[in-house]
């Protein structure tokens, strides 16, 4: 994923995550470490789409496929 503005955004559609309801738990982790990280999540009310924004603060413009793992409870 490219940065766009100074992060990393990508969205989750319900069709993929499965859960059709906006009342739900998303938890990102570094796939690597396990680490839980810290990220701006926001649930479309309608459709449930998941979208997640990580700041770029090492300004390192790309991330990497798999870097991180999203686990959603609904």
Known sequence: IAAAGGAFT???NAA???IQNPAMLV?????ATGAQV???VAVDP???A???TIND???AGNLAANT???VLFG
Do not use: F, M, P, S
């Open 10 to 12: 990508w969205t989750i």
């Open 16 to 18: 993929t995550h499965g």
């Open 27 to 31: 938890q990102l982790y570094e796939a």
């Open 38 to 40: 810290l990220a701006d």
């Open 46 to 48: 309608t459709n449930y």
């Open 50 to 52: 998941v979208t997640i």
């Open 57 to 59: 603060t090492e300004a």
């Open 68 to 70: 991180y793992r999203v």
